[in-house]
T-cell receptor
Framework: NAGVTQTPKFQVLKTGQSMTLQCAQD?????MSWYRQDPGMGLRLIHY???????DQGEVPNGYNVSRSTTEDFPLRLLSAAPSQTSVYFC???????????????FGPGTRLLVL | RKEVEQDPGPFNVPEGATVAFNCTYS??????FFWYRQDCRKEPKLLMS???SGNEDGRFTAQLNRASQYISLLIRDSKLSDSATYLC??????????FGAGTTVTVRA
């Protein structure tokens, strides 16, 4: 099992550029999510998905889009990059529980993004 | 007010010492509680879940106090390898997790 994989590991963008951060998991997890981590702040939820075809917004969704066409993949798109989106981005996956409580989250290694 | 608050530290302790720290959470309806460990520039990894009655995993002990809305982590017989940032994580709502900013622990030889 590769677990949760993310690409790229590092990226530098110019303001206004768009890009897609890739995330894939091979554990057949239903639940996938994207977080951003900034210094002095906890991980903040951007978007999440409870299964293929189902996505929802988290705490800080503005400027980001997601889709979930397969169980394995959950890409995050930055529509028009801004310096405020400079951050470390983590993708995570877990089993979905019937009572909607969170199970253990498995994180990918992260993507470090710098927007100039 | 942040949903989860932690003392950022750092807690600098010698090898073999005991270190303990808390986090507080604001949503009394929270159902699940966790401690994650994050090494420098790496992804968070689950250290342990926190159960209502408190639980141990080797040198690590976690406690939950619902009345005062805090959870704690105690590390006994600290090792150099315990140096990391410890994230307090709470499940305040369906499918959501709230992360604290982390408590940094540095164990010195």
């Amino acid at each position: 099992n590769a677990g949760v994989t993310q690409t790229p590991k590092f990226q530098v963008l110019k303001t206004g550029q768009s890009m897609t951060l890739q995330c894939a998991q091979d554990m057949n997890h239903e639940y996938m999510s994207w977080y951003r981590q900034d210094p002095g702040m906890g991980l903040r939820l951007i978007h999440y998905s409870v299964g293929a075809g189902i996505t929802d917004q988290g705490e800080v969704p503005n400027g980001y889009n997601v889709s979930r066409s397969t169980t394995e993949d959950f890409p995050l798109r930055l529509l028009s990059a801004a310096p405020s989106q400079t951050s470390v981005y983590f993708c995570a996956s877990s089993y979905s529980r019937w009572d909607r409580r969170q199970e253990t989250q498995y994180f990918g290694p992260g993507t470090r993004l710098l927007v100039l | 007010r942040k949903e989860v608050e932690q003392d950022p530290g750092p807690f600098n302790v010698p090898e073999g010492a005991t270190v303990a720290f808390n986090c507080t959470y604001s949503n009394s309806a929270s159902q699940s509680f966790f401690w994650y460990r994050q090494d420098c520039r790496k992804e968070p990894k689950l250290l342990m879940s926190v159960y209502s009655s408190g639980n141990e995993d080797g040198r690590f002990t976690a406690q939950l106090n619902r009345a005062s809305q805090y959870i704690s982590l105690l590390i006994r017989d600290s090792k150099l390898s315990d140096s990391a940032t410890y994230l307090c994580v709470v499940n305040p709502a369906d499918y959501k997790l709230s992360f604290g900013a982390g408590t940094t622990v540095t164990v010195r030889a």
